[in-house]
């Protein structure tokens, strides 16, 4: 054996900690699922039944949840679907950045810096005029799969 260490330098994170295995008949509707490695909210589950010699099959259609993409998916019912762990944060608005980039308030009072102002129209309005009036904003990020994008805004009164 040799005496020496080995240190790895790996920048990518396992793909199995992002989601978890579920069976496909166990998958309802507006649950979450992974279709071409996209994570998904389930919109419509049917099932069909089995033929001669095959399987019940689950066809799914799903929505991707970060750009509002619609996808298929047919699965045999008893076999694994991967499912996305999907986290959904509060975070308080601090500041709105030229290039894009909001400033957010974590709840261990540290700032997050890396997100982008969502490309969602209607929420995009609401959260530069909510913030241009000086209101208190909460964003909700949801995150999934290694991805974060905002997904909904509150408003928690004037400063």
């Not at 509002?68 to 991967?82: A, F, Q, R, T």
């Not at 490309?119 to 290694?146: C, H, N, P, R, Y």
Request: hydrophobic share 30%.
């Amino acid at each position: 054996m040799s005496d020496e260490e080995h240190h790895f330098e790996s920048k990518a994170d396992a793909g199995a900690s992002k989601t978890y295995p579920q069976q496909a008949g166990t998958i309802r509707k507006n649950g979450y699922i992974v279709i071409k490695a996209r994570p998904c909210k389930v919109v419509e589950v049917s099932t069909s039944k089995t033929g001669k010699h095959g399987h019940a099959k689950c066809h799914f259609v799903a929505i991707d949840i970060f750009n509002g993409k619609k996808l298929e998916d047919i699965v045999p019912s008893s076999h694994n679907c991967d499912v996305p762990h999907v986290n959904r944060t509060d975070y308080q608005l601090i500041d709105i950045s030229e290039d894009g980039f909001v400033s957010l308030l974590t709840e261990n009072g540290n700032t997050k810096d890396d997100l982008r102002l969502p490309t969602d129209e209607q929420l995009l309005t609401q959260i530069k005029d909510g913030f241009a009036e000086g209101k208190d904003l909460v964003v909700t990020v949801m995150s999934a799969m290694g991805e974060e994008q905002i997904c909904a805004i509150k408003d928690i009164g004037p400063k």
